[in-house]
T-cell receptor
Framework: TQLLEQSPQFLSIQEGENLTVYCNSS?????LQWYRQEPGEGPVLLVT?????EVKKLKRLTFQFGDARKDSSLHITAAQPGDTGLYLC???????????FGTGTRLQVFP | DVKVTQSSRYLVKRTGEKVFLECVQD?????MFWYRQDPGLGLRLIYF???????EKGDIPEGYSVSREKKERFSLILESASTNQTSMYLC?????????????FGPGTRLTVL
């Protein structure tokens, strides 16, 4: 079974701090997506990365796909309370036709 | 705007009851998915469907079945609910058959089985 491990599982920080969330696997993925889920809602896509080493920026969020396409990171600069939520990575596998979701990182940003 | 709706936000059922969870998408998407979400486990795929009347097992299909009689509607059925099926259930749809397609999720149904 393919696994996508995210770390940390929980993160509680003050507004203005920086943070990084990691998504790791022993499997290679053709692409990787990051979703954010707010309380009471379903996950919403933030970004898709498809090329090894690719870096994408979405305002204060920076996403990187590992060179070997086995891992990814999400860096948030100057976190704000509106960034609070559950962050999920999801990998598209070469071996199956399904998306594999990570274990999730719950972020709480306090004012 | 893309919209996926689920029939209930909260459900409480008793052990042994038959439970129906309904999902409707208004985007004419081909593919629909049912996941369950549990803390620390992320989203786990229960069943998915690439076409009307077509279904495929996901990673954890035991204790569940599905029905897709119309393109826009995908139902998840718990034939005899058990307490270990207490969870958040999320429905999603995608437009095509590529794994990198955006998954559009409904708001979820939080099911409690007593």
């Amino acid at each position: 079974t393919q696994l996508l491990e995210q770390s940390p599982q929980f993160l509680s920080i003050q507004e203005g701090e920086n943070l990084t969330v990691y998504c790791n696997s022993s499997s290679v993925f053709s692409s990787l997506q990051w979703y954010r889920q707010e309380p009471g809602e379903g996950p919403v896509l933030l970004v898709t990365v498809v090329t090894g080493g690719e870096v994408k920026k979405l305002k204060r969020l920076t996403f990187q796909f590992g060179d070997a396409r086995k891992d990814s990171s999400l860096h948030i600069t100057a976190a704000q309370p509106g960034d609070t939520g559950l962050y999920l990575c999801a990998g598209a596998s070469y071996n199956t036709d399904k998306l594999i979701f990570g274990t999730g990182t719950r972020l709480q940003v306090f004012p | 705007d893309v919209k996926v709706t689920q029939s209930s936000r909260y459900l409480v059922k008793r052990t042994g009851e038959k439970v129906f969870l309904e999902c409707v998408q208004d985007m004419d998407h081909e593919n629909m998915f049912w996941y369950r979400q549990d803390p620390g486990l992320g989203l786990r795929l229960i069943y998915f469907s690439y076409d009307v009347k077509m279904k495929e097992k996901g990673d954890i299909p035991e204790g569940y079945s599905v029905s897709r009689e119309k393109k826009e509607r995908f139902s998840l059925i718990l034939e005899s609910a058990s307490t270990n099926q207490t969870s958040m259930y999320l429905c999603a749809s995608t437009p095509g058959t590529s794994d990198s397609d955006t998954q559009y999720f409904g708001p979820g149904t939080r099911l409690t089985v007593l």
